[in-house]
């Protein structure tokens, strides 16, 4: 079994937040994208989806094939993204936890291109029993130097937190902006909802795309984290919902959307049935996104769109 109980002095505060990235730069194709968007499930239920097909076919002579906003949220990932080599910052791999995500879109994000990311230390938080990091990523065009997106990562490091006093926890934050990162589900109806299964291969399918943690694919791994077998990457579902939210508010048009924020509440299994319920206010769609077959709530979250996109 993985070791839990990592000394206090595993995490050095100020060292982890004077840490100081390297800019990393990659390409993707148009074949990342398109297998990004069946790695979420585009066209999973029907190839001729009208609405989806833009995804993972030149429809109609179009020249580029369309880009979901949350293939996006691969640009932090695409080099990995280097806690290890932080100084400071001692923690088990096999019990780190996707927390949260946060998106803004500045352009449409083209279907082939070169990029270079630019991270930063966003947050620092003791929580006792785990620690908490969150990573800035800006991601700029590498021919133009446009900026592209920005995402911020928010990490829980199981077993590695205590580095500071009970009475006086340790917490550091930036603030880029002044989006909320929480959301209250509203108590009526919602606008819309919609359901969508996963298949038992999604993980494997979704891991392609650049995330390889073992634990979405080896049962061994996923056993020591506490699973019952290997659970599907919180980006995925995110992925999912937000194609839901295009797809019933967007007109199945992925440049509508400007901002996004997701937080993981509770793992999903490859297989089983995302049902996604949203509320739309304004140019706001709030959303939660629950497991059908145990009623229970895995994300939670809203999407911003640009002001005339709401249909």
Known sequence: ????????????????????????????????????ALGVGACAEDAMDEKELNYVYNKNGQKFIKVL????????????????????????????????????????LPSNSSIVNKATIAGLHDKGKA?????????????????LCMNRSTIYLRGSGGFSSSSHPYSYKTYPNDQPS????????????????TQPSQALLYR?????????????VAQVAGFTRPILHGLCTMGFAVRAIIKSFCNGEPTAVKNIFGRFLLHVYPGETLVTEMWLDGPRVIYQTKVKERNRTVLSGYVILKQNSSL
Do not use: C, W
Request: without cysteine; glycine residues 6%; charged residues 20%.
């Open 1 to 36: 079994m993985a070791n839990t109980n990592l000394s206090a002095s595993a995490i050095d505060p100020e060292l982890v937040i004077s840490h100081k990235f390297s800019e990393t730069s990659f390409s993707y194709t148009e074949r990342d994208v398109a297998l990004y």
């Open 69 to 108: 906003p949350t293939f996006s949220a691969l640009f932090p990932f695409a080099k990995g993204l280097g806690l290890e080599g932080i100084r400071g910052l001692q923690f088990d791999p096999r019990l780190l936890l996707h927390g949260q995500q946060y998106i803004e879109i500045y352009r449409p």
């Open 131 to 147: 620690t908490i990091i969150e990573i800035e990523t800006r991601s700029y065009l590498k021919e133009s130097g446009e900026a």
């Open 182 to 197: 929480h959301v209250s589900i509203p108590k009526y109806q919602p606008t819309a909802v919609y359901e969508n299964p």
């Open 208 to 220: 392609l795309s650049g995330d390889y943690n073992p634990l979405h694919s080896d049962p061994m």
